[in-house]
């Protein structure tokens, strides 16, 4: 993560990469600046708005 919040995540399965811009909140937010780079976790993501490639980090997977 930058010093604007912002991050740049790998999608493994596909190799797409994705401009993280947003959180669903600031917990969230501070577990994953706590993440070394290179650092490998599942993430929910969303599409913010209509153009560009900006998503948001909806949360962490729940294991079942």
């Known amino acids: ?7 740049t995540v790998e999608a493994t399965a ?3 990469t994705r401009h993280v811009v947003e959180y669903a909140d ?3 937010k501070e ?6 780079a290179g650092a490998s ?6 599409r913010v708005g209509g153009r ?3 998503w948001r980090v909806t949360g962490l997977p ?3």
């Open 1 to 7: 993560m930058n010093d604007h919040g912002a991050m």
């Open 14 to 16: 596909t190799n797409d």
């Open 26 to 28: 600031g917990d969230l």
């Open 31 to 36: 577990t994953l600046a706590q993440l070394p």
């Open 41 to 46: 976790v599942p993430l929910e993501l969303e």
């Open 52 to 54: 560009g490639n900006c």
């Open 62 to 64: 729940s294991n079942r």
